[in-house]
């Protein structure tokens, strides 16, 4: 098996890791963590992933033919609901912060005083 799966959520984890850490906006750095939360989607994705097998719905195939775990799908689309949820809740927190403090620049915000 090729390592090709592995890298690329990986790279994709950097990627969402590094917008993170240089970003200047709260939205930008929701997004960019929305981003690297999706490297767990592909790799979830790739260790599930097996050839010629097909979906695991047992009332029109054989019993003994190749079968994709579902278990890892139904993780795939936990992760998905989380990974909305706690998208939705950041930028609601962050339009907040927008109305409270007038900005959304973190090293503005930096001091606790009103």
Not at 12 to 27: A, D, E, W
Not at 41 to 61: C, E, H, M, N, W
Request: hydrophobic share 50%.
């Amino acid at each position: 098996m090729s390592q090709l799966p592995y890298l690329v959520p990986g790279w994709i984890l950097l990627v969402g890791i590094y917008g993170i850490v240089t970003s200047r906006n709260l939205v930008h750095a929701v997004v960019c963590l929305s981003v690297a939360q999706s490297a767990t989607y592909v790799l979830l994705l790739s260790v599930g992933y097996q050839r010629k097998a097909t979906a695991p719905v047992f009332s029109d195939i054989k019993p003994t033919r190749n079968v994709v775990d579902p278990l890892v799908q139904a993780m795939t689309l936990t992760d998905i609901v989380v990974g909305a949820t706690v998208t939705a809740l950041l930028l609601a927190l962050t339009v907040q912060v927008a109305k409270r403090r007038g900005t959304v620049d973190p090293d503005e915000l930096r001091s606790l005083e009103p």
